[in-house]
């Protein structure tokens, strides 16, 4: 695949940067930030311009918090003019990003996410008998920036875009030279890329047919146990030697028919179900929803803004019963 180059100067055209805060700003109009952001549009997207110009961007400055969904995870908000430098380097770059990724990859894809990952896998599901689920232990937190440049090198030919890159790697570290931040629009993409060359090994040298991948969550299909088992080892090896990750303990390989675990569902051939923690883990979020309005820390909209997505989540299963206690429940919401 021949490399993309002549882009950086792209990156720092002003139709580039507006596009960029018409997506940052999504759904965070009433934000302190953006609010900011937009009283003095003009002087900090010339700024960002300048920054790119110059080749000093100003970046790291990252706010640290802490979710449980459901596992803790650190989150890193970067502040909203960086957000905006984010999203204009991605609507450049993601189309190269795109293109080297297979067709089984489905997270940070426009016309993929979760909800394909899951249709995919049920159509998997009704062709073989047995199947393998694995994830990477601490994924981001063991994303090493020397092979993601590499990587990054494969598709670009721009020093002065791969020397940005270099600088957003360094803006992080878990350890040295380890880590992108969770959070980050750019660390999604460099995640995603970061196991391209894994699922191409898989398809092309290894030749599977049946495999499924979201982030660092992936399952392989087959009619032999004994394959995915040789498979396994292969898989261990490759993921060490060449990406230096390691998978977790949670090695599922299990018959089909008993159903895959995926995405908070449980995936059978010819439904899907939410599984018990997924339904815990919404019924958790509705009651601090529900706090949030009532308590006047969010408006109808800010609640209606939030309750969407969740409740989208629950409509990529078979779960009518769950599905009629919110719309009793929340009348509106459907």
Known sequence: MKRAQNLYNLLSTHENLKSAFIKAVKGKQTNSEVIKFKNNFDTNIQNLRKQLLNKEPDI?????FTVRDPKVRTICAAPFPERVLHHAIMNICEPFFDSYAIYDSYACRKGKGNR??????????RKYSWYLKL????????????????????????????MLFHKILNTYHTQSGKGVPI????????????????????????????YVRYMDDFILFSEDKSVLKTELREIEC????????????????????????????????????????????????????????YEGKWSERELIRHMEPLIDFTNAGDNIPFRRMIIKRFGVFS
């Open 238 to 293: 490759f993921l060490k030697d060449h990406l230096e990750l390691t998978l977790k303990k949670n090695i599922q390989l299990n018959k089909i028919s008993l159903g895959i675990p995926f995405l908070g569902f449980r995936v059978f051939p010819n439904h899907t179900r939410l599984l018990p923690q997924s339904m815990k883990r919404f019924s958790r979020k509705l009651r601090d929803y529900e706090k949030n309005y």
């Open 60 to 64: 790291g400055h990252y706010h640290f």
């Open 183 to 210: 959070g980050n629009l750019i660390s999604q993409h460099l995640a995603n890329l970061y196991l391209g060359s894994f699922d191409h090994w898989l398809k092309e040298n290894r030749k599977i047919k049946g």
């Open 116 to 125: 394909q990952a899951l249709a995919r896998t049920q159509e998997f599901a």
């Open 135 to 162: 994830d990477i232990r601490k994924y981001f937190d063991s994303i090493d920036h020397k092979i993601a440049l590499n990587l990054l090198s494969r598709r670009f030919k721009d020093r002065d875009l791969l």
